[in-house]
Every structure is written in C-alpha cells, then in structure tokens.
C-alpha cells in the first residue's frame, strides 16, 4: 500500500471515529422524512412516485387537490399498501384517504424541505448561519428560485442576490474568522451565484452573447461584493452552460476593475470528461491574471440529467459513466489544485469521506497549511461530518440554500435523490452500513479491477455510442445525433459555413431530368428572408413540357428500377444518408439563409434527413422479402410488395431538407420512380437533395428535380395519367384539392391514384392547474416561437384553466417578451423572418383581425429593420370560434384561452377541423390518463413541446383536416408507397409435401441480377 493510501485510511477512519461518536441516522429527521427514505431506497418505482408527488405538493392549491393527487399516484394497490405503511396507517388507502389531511401532508413536506433549505429569506437564514457560526462552521449562500424563464424574472433575482449580499454583510460585521489564520483567502461572507438565474436566454451555441448580456449584471454584484468584503462564487450547472460560465468567469475576472480581486470562486465538476482540461486552463487562466482565484471542486449534480440528455441527443456523454471515475478524477484534479495552491484556493465540496481524507492526506504531503483550503458541505447533509473536520481542525463551510418552498422543490428533489442514490457515499455509510475499508477503497484500485471483469458497476451497461446509426436487421435503430452547438469546435463549423455559403450567394441551379441537367429560359430567383435583397441562388423554372419530360423519364425508368433488389436501393439510401452528414454544416448554413432557420432548427432538419434515409432502409429491409402468410402442409403463401409506379413528391419549405427527402427516400426505397418538386421557396436546398442523390449513385430517370410553379406544373402532375402515386406535404388548400383531383380517374391511367397528405394543424396545448410553469412556460413559447410559428406542428392555441391563469399569463408575457427575435445567421436567435413576403402580409392581416376580436395582450417591439420579421404576438380574451382561433396561420402568434376546466379545455382543443399535434402539461396522473385518450390530434406530447418530432420515436402525422392518416418516420410508412400482392403455390404432389416452408424467400424478381 502507498504512504498516501494508508495515510488516507488513517484519516478516514479518524473522521469515521468522530462521525460515530456522536450516532445519528442520515435521516436525522424521524417520522415523515425518515419513512420517505426508507421506502424509496426499498422500491424503485414507488420512489419515483414519491418524489413526483413531492415536487407537485406545492402547488396544490386545496385539501381535495392533495387528497385527489394522492389518490392517483399511489392508486395502485401494491403502492397504496406501502404508502399506508409510508404514512404510519395499516389501512388500505381508501380508507386511510378521509382523515389524511391536505395541510398536513404539506406541512411534512414543507418540513423536510426545511431540513434542506437553510431559512425562508434573508432574515430567516440569519438564524441558522448564527448557529453555525457558533459551532465554527461558515457559510455560503445560494438563492433558491424557479427557473428564470424572462428577463422580468431574471432582473428580480439579480436584486435579490443584491439585498442578500447587503443583509449578510450587515448582520455579519462583527464575525471572526473560525481559524483565525489566513482568513484573508476566505472572507466570511460567501455568495454562491447561478448565472442561469440572472438571464433566460442563455444559449449555449452562443457564449459570447450570453456573455455580453450577463457581464453588465453581474458588475454591480461584484462590485459591492469587493466593498463589502465579500466573495463571490459561480455555481456550475448544466453541461449546456459549462463553457459560457467559464468564460464569462475568465472574462468579467480580467476586466480591469475586478483583475486584482481574489475573491472570485468558480465551481468545476469532476464528473465531467474535460474537467482536468478546463481546470488546467483555469489555472493558466490564473498565473497570467497573476491574481489568486477559488475553485470549489465537486463531483457533480446533474449527472441523471446529462446522461439522459446525451442519450435522447444522440451525443456523446460528457459525464463519467461509472461511480469510481468520478471519485478517481475528483482526486486528480484535488492534487492539480493542491499543486497549484499559490495561485488557486481550494474548496473541496463533497460529503465523501474517502474524497475528503485524500484531500487531507494530499495537502499534508505537500506542506499546505490547513488553514488555506476549505471543505464544504451542503446544508442539511452529513451533519457528523461537518463536525468531524471542524473537530479535526479544519476549515469547513456549508451551502446554505435561502427561499420558498414552491420555488425550492426542484433542488428538494436533487437532495432526496442524492441522499437515496444507490452510487452515493451518503446512503452506503449512513443507511446501509458500509464497512470503513470499503468506503476508504482507492477509487482506481476499484476500476482496476472492474476492468479485470471481476466489478461490474452498474452503469457499465450505458452505451452512448455515437456512431453512423446502423440500419441492418436485427440492429437497435439509432438516429443520427443532433450537432451539440455547445461545443466550440461545432460552433466554428457552423461559422466557417455560413461564411462559405455566403461565398456561394447567387449560384444557378438547373433542372434534372432523366439524369441531364436542363436550364430554361425562365430563372427563378430565392431570396433570403432576414435580408429580401440578397438572392441565395437561382433555380431554372419548368413548364409543362419539362414536366410532361419527366414524367416519361420516372415512367421510362420505372420499369428497371422495380426490379432492382431492395437492398440495392437500400444502400442507395444509406449512401445518401452518409453525403448528408458529410455536407451537415454545409447544408444547414444553407436553410439558414434561404428559409430563415435558427442554427439548431437548421441542424434539427438535416438530422431529420439523415435519419428518414438510414430509418427507411432499415424499414424496406423488414418488409422486402416475400413473407409466409401460414404455415400450412403442401402450400406455400408469400405476401410481399411491389412499388406503385410514378410518384410525385411535393415538399413544403418549412422543413426545405427533412420533409423532401423522407418521402422521396421512401418512394426511392420501395422502388417507385420520382418527381420531386421541393417549395419554390427552397430550391436551392432541393438542388442540393438532387446532388446528393445523384452523387450516391441514384440512376438516370429514377430520380428527376423540376423546380416550377406548383399551379402550373403541379396541377399538370397530379393530373398527370402516368403519375400513380402523389405525396404531398403542404397546406390545406392545395391538399384538398390534391386528394380531390387524384380521385378523377384519366383516360389511360392504369393505377388509381394513391396520396399521401399532410396539411395543417391548429396545435393545442392545455395547462392544467397543477402544471410545472417552470416547464410549461419555456416549453409552450418554445412551441409557439420557435422557427416563426411556421411549423406545422407549432403551437397556436394555449388553454389555460382559470385557476392557473393570472400567474401562466404573468410568466408567459414575460418570456415571451425576452424571446431573441433577428437574423439567424447569428447563433441563439429564436425568432428569424417569416418566408417570403406573401406570408408577411397575410400574418400581419391576421394580426389585424386578433386586433377587431380579442385583445392583443402582448406584441414585441424591437424588430431588425429590413426582412420578412413578424413580431411575436400574444392574443387573450379569445372564444374559440373566433376566427384567429380557428385558422392556422403559420406564424409567431399564439392565442391563449382561459377555460373553467379540463372538461372544457378539452372540448376547446378538439373543437377545430384539425387534429396534428396536442399538448398537456399536468402533474395529474389521472388527467394525463385522460388526455391520453381523448385529445384529438396525431401526435399528443405531455409535459414537453408539442414540436420537434424525432424519425422512429415520434412517427408524424395527423388526422381530421390534418392529413390522411399516414406516419412519416414511422413503421408503416413505406405500406402507403407500395402495393401488397400474393403469391400461393400448391407444392404437394400426390399428397406429398415438403416438410418445411421457409418463412421468407428471395425476391420475386425477374431477370434476375
Ligand atoms: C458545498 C457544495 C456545493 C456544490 N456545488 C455544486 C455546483 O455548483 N454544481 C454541481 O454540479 N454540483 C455541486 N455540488 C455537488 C453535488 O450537489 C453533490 O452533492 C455531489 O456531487 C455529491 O458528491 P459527494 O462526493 O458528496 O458524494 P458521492 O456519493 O461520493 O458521489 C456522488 C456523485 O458521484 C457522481 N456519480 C453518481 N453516479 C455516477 C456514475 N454512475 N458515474 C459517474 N459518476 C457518478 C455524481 O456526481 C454524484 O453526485 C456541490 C456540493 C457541495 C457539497
């Protein structure tokens, strides 16, 4: 064993000593809390319902919402069994229900959030810090609050963290230091600030924003901070918000004002993979500032929320996946600190006592004086430890979080977990009893031998591979990951493309027919809409002879195409899918300037496209082969699919790459030959699909691009007797007319006409009284805002119940109020311009008529001078026939309904012609339950925007005037391309019969390749 281990282990178990002396459970609590932990560490599942019953308890307004609540999330009889036992009755809940009552449930809560939030205000708290200060224990304190979803809300924060600061340094004027020694490096008062409270639109592809908005507030926190005698933290949050809080830490630290301040603390997290990277560069950082700085080194809070967000993305997890990887780095990075102690002081923020004895054990090696680094605790958390160090002579400071219990739930929460974590040094010491030799275990000595195979631990078996999704049978389906504009190397990618795309500004494309390119005498000229004067390219326009061309190409090639193997086709697609991502930057700056798309939009679309190609292989190769019907002696049945012919693809521009190569890969791949015609408005995106199909390798004929009107050209199409098949994505208008024209049957035709159409929505998302406004509120402006309002799938109509309404309302004019509208070449946008000119004025009409019917409650003002910009608009005082009620307008401007309840809010939501997407936001089993059943819309989304539909997860596609019934990105899909047939054969001869029928066999296809 080496000196440093053993040392540790001396240490530990001299803190293990002191811990014990003094015997309280982790759960000092009895009662309520105690049984809450116990229970939860016992059930999984009933754990989860207990804290989202928790977190909800807050904001039940009565007795009988608490009583109702309770009802249904421990209806089930298994769970109604542990809750009676949980609550101390031996009683069924049915009979327990009655008696329980609502104040009394919420003054448990409201207590066991007390034992983690050290006082209401800043005058409560003074009590505890007093306390502390008696028992040598510092401070720092930490404003609990909800999210800040406006900038309202984030300028209230930023003048409580003021008056905080002036309270402390007030009532603590008189406080000595417990140490009394190099109390310069630690002043008493201690402010921990979370950046993300103090502006809502933090966007993490855009730092340098995030940091120019913030720095201005922050400078007269810090400045009375330095007066007072303070010193200052930044807490680290999300990984989203990791580099812009570092940055902006390194930038407002070197201003001249503040460059030889050495109060000034920053929190990294040793959870993270780049952790050691961003320390040493702090450190750099540091030595050239030439001023000492702090650094609270943790493990990490939000390590559910990263791997589950990394795997939801597709990205790669910036977390350590395995407990000993975070406690072995925390101790990397403890001795990188350590090292450099004569210009970072360190503050050690665990509650592990095997982290805490390294850190003892390292400072001792290396001669630094106890008094010059610090532990801290959080408050409420292992109480015996914190007594232990300050016994032991160390410096020890605790976390003290200040506010209401509403807004301090969410962190309610993180503790309970921590505290029941199955990984978390916590609940082995204090609750399962772990020996000191295990607890005192090296870190790496344990990933040494899990790597031997002997230790698995339990979150070996995440994969968070990020490799081209595979679309072989048999393979998990994986979609494409979504670009992490987090990440500085992506953001510059984007920059540099936007600067190429620029470049390339008025380029020509022409038409494709029968593999020749053909240019016309008419050009038509695409513009970009944040600037009408810049033309992002030309595009050669068809008229009815090249449309009558193309047609006899696609039908020509048809006849080679249908017989080509499936799997040929299928690595067409494949191949298409890899130029795609090959192109991803490329292609996204691209939408960004030709239909307005804000960065992440952009992206979200070529991921789209990427993931309708490898998506429909995998699906083709799942139906391509004839397929046994029954298994019956001396017959065999085959079912398999023959292509339908010709089809003629017309896409929208809203999704300029998704929509036009989902459904021209599904024809591609089920062997029809196509037309596709991409939305005069994203042609040159169209071009683009063309010119990737064609470098993948697609045949002459099989594909051809006609770029025209879509009344000349497309009504002369989908009349066309040689088109069999029309899929269509668009408005309603032409839809119908579509479906309606394709039922004629033409002289000569051999197929009738199938088509695929997908209109309108007018979206629906009700919030109920018990919502999460947190997430309501961010989701719903999100839904609304988003790219314009010009999704299909965007929210048009918010139904709020009265109970909830003064303060939905109050949260979302202010959100949306804070909304960053502008040019989406920028990055954080997520307002750009509407498309073209025609929708300007037509939304704007539509403005004027919410003007006559109801009242504009909310209109945004500062608008880029040139570009199709339509002020985000908020309508109340609706009915719901009201026309702006009723039709969809494709664009920023929401209308919000007040209802008495959920009877009604559902009737107000089904009670238009469409039924896309819907939305729910409750924390009501029941009333989920019931929307779930009874909200009338293809894709309903509970407690999440109701956009953003992921190929394979979420297959799109509504009903009622919304479209006919069909799912793109989903199973099915590929059917609607493609005619069923079956082919028996008697096989018995004489009675006799093969033993065995294969359930598939090859192909029919005949010449045979
Ligand atoms: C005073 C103080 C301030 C803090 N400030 C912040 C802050 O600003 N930002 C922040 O994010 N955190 C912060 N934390 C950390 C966080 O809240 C947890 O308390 C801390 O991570 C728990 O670590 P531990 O060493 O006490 O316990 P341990 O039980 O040793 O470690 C638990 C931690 O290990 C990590 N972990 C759990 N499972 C795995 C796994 N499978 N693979 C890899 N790692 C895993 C997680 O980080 C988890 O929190 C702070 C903690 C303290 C004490």
């Keep these: 064993m080496t000196s440093l281990q053993s040392e540790i282990e001396q240490r530990g178990k001299r803190i293990f000593e002191l811990v014990d002396k003094y015997p309280v459970s982790l759960f000092s609590k009895a009662g309520f809390y105690q049984r809450l932990m116990t229970l939860s560490m016992r059930d999984e599942q009933l754990k989860l319902q207990l804290f989202r019953f928790v977190a909800v308890l807050p904001s039940l307004h009565t007795s009988d919402e608490i009583i109702e609540h309770l009802q249904e999330y421990f209806a089930d009889g298994h769970e109604s069994r542990k809750l009676a036992e949980f609550l101390g009755a031996g009683i069924r809940l049915a009979g327990i229900v009655p008696w329980i009552s609502g104040p009394i449930l919420r003054w448990n809560v409201s ?92 966007s993490p592809d855009d730092p340098a924003e995030t940091i120019a908005h913030l720095a201005p507030k922050l400078r007269p926190l810090l400045r009375r901070a330095r007066e007072l005698g303070a010193f200052i933290n930044f807490d680290m949050e999300s990984y989203a918000h990791k580099n812009s809080t570092l940055e902006l830490f390194k930038t407002v630290f070197t201003e001249e004002e503040f460059k030889d301040w050495p109060h000034a ?46 795997r939801q993305n597709g990205w790669d997890c910036p977390v350590y996946l395995q407990k000993p990887e975070s406690d072995a780095n925390f101790e990397t990075l403890t001795r990188l600190l350590l090292e450099n102690e004569s210009i970072v002081t360190s503050a050690f923020g665990s509650h592990n006592v095997r982290s805490i004895a390294h850190a003892q054990a390292l400072a001792e090696q290396l001669g630094i004086d106890r008094s010059r680094f610090e532990f801290q605790l959080l408050y409420g958390m292992a109480g015996p430890i914190k007594r232990a160090l300050v016994e032991m002579g160390y410096r020890v400071r605790e976390y003290c979080p200040v506010g209401e219990l509403l807004p301090g739930m969410s962190y309610l929460v993180r503790r309970l977990l921590e505290n029941t974590s199955n990984e978390g040094f916590l609940r082995a010491k204090f609750s399962e009893n772990a020996p000191a030799e295990e607890l005192l275990r090296d870190p790496r000595e344990i990933l040494r031998r899990s790597r031997n195979g002997v230790l698995q631990p339990p979150n070996a078996t995440i994969n968070m591979t990020t490799t081209t999704p595979k679309t072989q049978l048999g393979a998990h389906y994986e979609n494409a990951p979504l670009t992490n504009f987090a990440l500085p190397e992506n953001q510059e990618k984007m920059r540099a493309a936007l600067r190429e795309q620029r470049n390339q500004f008025g380029r020509k494309v022409p038409l494709t027919i029968n593999g020749e390119k053909i240019w016309t005498d008419k050009m038509f000229s695409s513009v970009n809409p944040s600037q009408p004067d810049q033309i992002v390219g030309y595009a050669a326009e068809a008229g009815i002879p090249e449309a009558e061309r193309a047609v006899a190409a696609a039908r020509a090639a048809f006849e080679k195409w249908r017989r080509t193997s499936f799997e040929e086709r299928c690595q067409l697609l494949e191949r298409a899918a890899e130029i795609l991502e090959r192109r991803r930057f490329e292609l996204s700056a691209l939408e960004v300037f030709e239909v307005g798309k804000p960065w992440a939009e952009a992206d979200g679309d070529i991921r789209e496209a990427i993931d309708f190609c490898t998506f429909y292989a ?14 019956v002696p001396g017959e065999e049945s085959y079912q398999h699919y023959w292509p339908r012919g010709v089809a003629l693809v017309i896409a929208p521009w809203n999704f300029p790459m998704a929509i036009l190569c989902g459904m021209v890969s599904a024809a591609l791949v089920t062997g029809n ?30 594909l051809n691009f006609l770029n025209g009107k879509g009344s000349v050209i497309g009504a002369h199409m989908v009349d066309h007797k040689d088109v069999d098949l029309i899929a269509f994505t668009g408005s309603r208008e032409v839809g119908l007319w579509i479906w309606e024209s394709a039922g004629k049957t033409r002289e000569g035709q051999r197929e009738l006409k199938r088509v695929i159409c997908e209109m309108g929505g007018k979206n629906a998302m009700i919030v109920d009284s018990d919502a999460d406004l947190d997430e309501a509120i961010v989701d719903s402006i999100y839904s609304a805002f988003g790219f314009q309002g010009q999704k299909c799938s965007a929210l048009s109509r918010l139904i709020v119940l009265e109970e909830n309404y003064d303060r939905v309302m109050e949260r979302l004019l202010g959100a949306a109020a804070s909304v960053r509208v502008g040019n989406p070449e920028e990055p954080g946008i997520m307002v750009g311009p509407v498309i073209d000119e025609a929708a300007y004025r037509r939304i704007l009409d539509y403005i004027e ?24 608009t908020i309508f109340t005082g609706l009915k719901p026939n009201m026309q702006i009620a009723c039709e969809e307008i494709f664009g920023p401007v929401l209308s919000v309904l007040k209802v008495r309840d959920l009877d009604e809010a559902i009737e107000v939501a089904n009670g238009t012609d469409y039924a896309l ?25 509970i407690n999440r925007p109701c956009t953003g539909a992921i190929v394979g997860r979420h297959p799109f596609g509504g009903f009622k005037m919304s479209g006919s019934g069909t799912k793109a990105g989903g199973k099915d899909y590929l059917l609607n391309f493609l005619i069923p047939r079956v082919v028996t054969e ?13 359930e598939y066999r090859d192909e029919f296809l005949w010449p045979k390749h």
Aim: aromatic share 8%.
């Design 111 to 202: 207590e066991m959030a007390r034992q983690f939030i050290a006082g209401r205000n800043p005058i409560d708290v003074m009590r505890t810090l007093r306390k502390r200060q008696a028992q040598n224990i510092g401070f720092t304190v930490d404003l609990l609050g909800e999210a800040v979803v406006s900038e309202t809300e984030a300028d209230e924060y930023a003048a409580r963290y003021l008056d905080l600061l002036e309270g402390l340094a007030r009532e603590t004027k008189n406080w000595t230091d417990a140490l009394e020694n190099n109390s310069e490096l630690l002043p008493v008062v201690n402010l921990s600030v979370k950046i993300s409270a103090l502006y809502s639109q933090i």
């Design 265 to 310: 603390g920053i929190v990294i997290q040793a959870y993270l993979r780049d952790s050691d990277a961003d320390l040493r560069d702090l450190i750099e950082w540091g030595r050239a500032r030439g001023t000492r700085f702090a650094v609270r080194l943790v493990k990490g809070a939000y390590w559910d929320y990263e791997t589950t967000k990394s």
């Design 618 to 631: 995998r699906q083709m190769r799942l139906i391509g082969r004839p397929r046994l019907t029954q298994n």
């Design 673 to 702: 030959t196509v037309i596709m015609k991409p939305s005069e408005q994203s042609v040159i995106i169209g071009a683009m699909l063309m010119e990737i199909y064609e470098e993948a390798g697609v045949p002459p004929g099989v």
């Design 849 to 872: 008529v919410g003007k006559n019917e109801a009242t504009l409650a909310y209109q945004a003002k500062d608008l880029p001078p040139h570009g199709y910009f339509i002020p985000p």
């Design 917 to 941: 997407t819907g939305g729910f936001f409750s924390r009501s089993p029941a009333n989920i339950e019931r929307i779930k059943t009874q909200l009338e819309a293809g894709n309903v989304y």
């Design 986 to 998: 008697n096989v018995a001869r004489h009675g006799l019969a093969p033993e065995k029928t294969p």
